[in-house]
């Protein structure tokens, strides 16, 4: 949906503000601000709505929701005095008071993620039978027990999973059930079977909390609610008086572990079904599986279910993504002898991701990558920057910024945000590249040794392919280690027999300067 007022146009679909046509520079959270002002332009919006709408109900201040307030006006060329389009309910809330007009363009994309609280239960129950009937992987997550002496520290029984389920419903591809459901449940004495029975969801989260002395422990369970496998579990351990600090550690790990174990066990059930047998989303999970294994044959396979999904399911967004994540493989490690095809077509499906779901990380993620393939670093960032405030905790979407400022000589940032998404998914199926990327930073920086040990764990991780090879051959001969250069040159030799230094530096493409002379000796050093 266009709403257009004065001499703007507020692009619901593309995520785009335009004055007289023209895009306007616009931050994520004031588009989304201003988008939920002028939808609600007949009324008075409360801050509480704010808050809820923009920072999913956490606890922010009156000065952060001024701040937004205030670039919304200054993007508008508004102020607090003239209030031409935003005027302020003192002690109340803002209101829209420009006139307002609809274009109905592309549909709008899902912005409700979590069922209302105020829901009955089996209210709930319906909702997810309805919501999930296409195999959409659901989740509920339930207040953590305590033991007997952990009462004065009860409070994170409940903290924690109603962080959980703020946190995971950022993530669109997840259907979670909200904490006025699940609160609902006796979570001591109900099994994971009855609450897949009573809500209808695949997957169930529990927890415990212990406390001994000042020691506090922190149990967690994935279950699979139909038969009541435990299909991941850990435990965090810290002193009570850090326990700010471990809830935020976990609801970081929660979301990033929750990602790779269900992906990977929905990617298990669709290979026991018959291929008849398959939706769109068994579909796209068994995409992801082959996707992840970096292969031309792989990477085609997952191209093809990609595109049964996208048949099966025209509005499919993650499907669309999966598309453009395939075709940029496809350009990125050149499985295609049209790279330019390739390129155009990474860009086509994460646009059309885009217009469907405009707030999913996934499909702001491959549409800042798909620019890597024309080298615009700059507007790369834009859109990874995106996909991490959409969610703070997606590590592929920091290690893609990593990636782009280590490759545009910024070795000490890229650094600190690669090492951030190593820490919050160490099973990530795209560990090679983030250990890759902290090989390059310490290059970057001069550190030779560390870029030599980096590149060595890259380049022996699953999945790591030809270049990542490369990477090591340049580390270790820019570390004097020629022995272990020529072993690496050697491998990358049977990995791709015409790989050479134009490849590399067309995947990774360092301004003409020191870092890229010095890699270009190395790699000429043994033969690339």
């Known amino acids: 949906m266009t709403y257009k007022f004065a001499s703007f146009e507020l692009d619901s679909g593309k995520v785009e503000l335009r004055q007289d046509g023209q895009p306007v520079p616009i931050e994520p959270q004031v588009?989304?601000?201003?988008?939920?002002?002028?939808?609600?332009?007949?009324?008075?919006?409360?801050?509480?709505?704010?808050?809820?709408?923009?920072?999913?109900?956490?606890?922010?201040?009156?000065?952060?929701?001024?701040?937004?307030?205030?670039?919304?006006?200054?993007?508008?060329?508004?102020?607090?005095?003239?209030?031409?389009?935003?005027?302020?309910?003192?002690?109340?809330?803002?209101?829209?008071?420009?006139?307002?007009?609809?274009?109905?363009?592309?549909?709008?994309?899902?912005?409700?993620?979590?069922?209302?609280?105020?829901?009955?239960?089996?209210?709930?129950?319906?909702?997810?039978?309805?919501?999930?009937?296409?195999?959409?992987p659901s989740i509920a997550i339930l207040p953590f027990s305590t033991t007997a002496n952990a009462s004065p520290f009860d409070g994170i029984a409940t903290a924690l999973p109603h962080e959980l389920i703020t946190e995971l419903a950022r993530l669109r591809w997840l259907f979670v059930i909200s904490r006025g459901s699940t609160f609902k449940l006796d979570a001591h004495r109900i099994s994971p079977q009855e609450v897949g029975q009573k809500l209808g969801v695949k997957y169930c989260l529990t927890g415990a909390v212990q406390i001994a002395g000042d020691r506090m422990a922190i149990m967690l369970?994935?279950?699979?609610?139909?038969?009541?496998?435990?299909?991941?579990?850990?435990?965090?351990?810290?002193?009570?008086?850090?326990?700010?600090?471990?809830?935020?550690?976990?609801?970081?790990?929660?979301?990033?572990?929750?990602?790779?174990?269900?992906?990977?066990?929905?990617?298990q059930l669709a290979r026991l079904n018959a291929s008849e047998n398959l939706d769109a989303w068994s579909a796209y999970h068994l995409g992801l599986h082959h996707m992840y294994r970096f292969s031309a044959v792989d990477n085609a396979k997952a191209t093809n279910l990609f595109e049964r999904a996208v048949d099966m399911d025209p509005n499919f967004a993650r499907a669309y993504a999966g598309l453009s994540f395939t075709r940029f493989q496809d350009a990125f490690l050149n499985h295609t002898n049209d790279h330019d095809l390739a390129a155009i077509d990474a860009r086509k499906f994460a646009e059309r991701s885009l217009e469907l779901d405009a707030f999913d990380p996934f499909c702001n993620f491959t549409m800042g990558r798909s620019f890597w393939l024309e080298r615009n670093l700059d507007q790369s960032l834009s859109w990874l920057d995106r996909a991490t405030q959409l969610s703070p905790n997606y590590a592929q979407g920091i290690y893609a910024r990593a990636w782009a400022e280590t490759i545009s000589g910024r070795g000490t940032t890229g650094q600190d945000h690669v090492d951030q998404a190593i820490g919050l998914s160490p099973l990530d199926p795209l560990l090679y590249a983030m250990l890759g990327t902290r090989a390059f930073s310490h290059i970057v920086r001069g550190e030779d040794q560390k870029a030599a040990e980096w590149a060595e764990k890259a380049a022996s991780s699953p999945g790591a392919h030809v270049l990542i090879s490369l990477i090591a051959v340049s580390a270790h001969q820019l570390n004097g280690d020629t022995a272990k250069a020529a072993k690496w040159a050697a491998i990358a030799r049977k990995q791709n027999v015409r790989v050479n230094q134009t490849d590399y530096f067309k995947s990774f493409p360092f301004e003409a300067g020191l870092h890229r002379d010095r890699m270009a000796m190395a790699l000429a050093a043994h033969g690339f």
């Not at 919304?72 to 060329?77: D, E, K, P």
């Not at 006139?99 to 209302?116: F, G, H, L, N, Y």
């Not at 299909?231 to 550690?249: D, G, L, M, P």
């Open 221 to 267: 369970d994935l279950t699979e609610t139909s038969g009541g496998g435990v299909i991941w579990a850990e435990r965090f351990e810290a002193n009570v008086s850090s326990v700010h600090e471990v809830r935020e550690q976990i609801v970081a790990k929660v979301t990033s572990s929750l990602e790779i174990q269900i992906t990977a066990n929905e990617a």
């Open 31 to 136: 588009f989304e601000l201003l988008l939920l002002l002028v939808r609600c332009a007949d009324r008075m919006v409360s801050k509480d709505e704010i808050i809820e709408s923009i920072w999913n109900g956490r606890i922010v201040s009156e000065a952060a929701v001024s701040s937004r307030i205030k670039s919304a006006r200054q993007v508008l060329g508004d102020s607090g005095k003239t209030q031409s389009f935003i005027k302020t309910v003192h002690g109340r809330g803002f209101r829209f008071v420009a006139p307002v007009s609809t274009i109905k363009t592309m549909p709008e994309p899902r912005t409700a993620q979590v069922i209302d609280p105020a829901e009955s239960l089996s209210d709930a129950i319906q909702e997810t039978e309805r919501r999930t009937a296409s195999n959409r």
